[in-house]
């Protein structure tokens, strides 16, 4: 069974930075792709970041590049995503995520979630 547990979100201030986590247990993260996604109230989970099974390639939402960066620690069971730059529209529910093959930008293909940690950014 596998559980993924986020930790890092908070409230920020506009401009600010949080660095999210997401360790796993029950089953090594080097086995697939990761990748975060958020869901504001009232819209759909949206994509915001994915990453390979070994790290050598990432992939970013539009709304995130230049401020988002994910990365992974597959001797830790954990991924992370370093968010710069933050602003109110980047104020959601972050969740991280597991699946068994290649990266993909499709919540749907996602086999395994974590709980969600708050990020609230205020302005």
């Known amino acids: 069974q596998v559980q993924l547990v986020e930790s890092g979100g908070g409230l920020v201030q506009a401009g600010g930075s949080l660095r999210l986590s997401c360790a796993a247990s029950?089953?090594?993260?080097?086995?697939?792709?990761m990748a975060w996604f958020r869901q504001a109230p009232g819209k759909e989970r949206e994509f915001v970041a994915a990453i390979n099974w070994n790290g050598e390639m990432t992939y970013n939402a539009d709304s995130t590049k230049g401020r988002f960066t994910i990365s992974r620690d597959n001797a830790k069971n954990t991924v992370y995503l370093q968010m710069n730059s933050l602003n109110p529209e980047d104020t959601a529910v972050y969740y991280c995520a597991l699946r068994q093959y290649g990266s993909s930008r499709n919540r749907y293909d996602y086999r395994y979630w974590g709980q969600g940690t708050q990020v609230t950014v205020s302005s």
């Open positions: 029950g089953r090594a993260l080097s086995s697939g792709a």
